[in-house]
């Protein structure tokens, strides 16, 4: 019978950086085909917004801090103030997010918690009417 430490981090309990760079590269491909909402991403190029949304979850998560390192505090709300978040672009986001979370086959209790915070995530974004 094994164990999970219980000072065991969600971000080591699910493979750590690969994990998150599965994950995010494949978010970041669903986002790519979707104009409505690759449309809130200003850059040409998804490669640094892939590079932040996979740092700051791998900080969220109990990674490695360099996304406090470079950006300092997320201030998620702030930082997406700027766009109109809402209750489609949140439902569209979701899609795309639970899309890629698919892929990962997870363990079930790791899956769960995951998909919850991301669920709670987007709504927490959303700023604006349709």
Not at 38 to 67: H, S
Not at 77 to 89: D, E, G, K, L
Request: glycine letters at 6%; zero cysteines.
């Amino acid at each position: 019978m094994s164990f999970t430490p219980v000072d065991t981090t969600f971000y080591d309990r699910v493979g750590g950086e690969p994990t998150f760079r599965r994950l995010v590269a494949e978010f970041y491909r669903g986002v790519a085909g979707d104009p409505p909402l690759r449309d809130m991403y200003p850059e040409e190029d998804l490669g640094p917004a892939e590079d932040r949304l996979r740092l700051f979850l791998e900080q969220y998560w109990g990674g490695p801090k360099t996304y406090q390192e470079q950006r300092g505090h997320p201030r998620l709300r702030m930082r997406h103030a700027a766009y109109a978040v809402t209750p489609t672009q949140r439902d569209r986001w979701l899609h795309h997010m639970l899309a890629a979370v698919d892929t990962l086959t997870l363990p079930a209790a790791e899956d769960a918690e995951l998909r919850g915070y991301l669920e709670r995530a987007a709504q927490f974004m959303v700023n604006a009417d349709d």
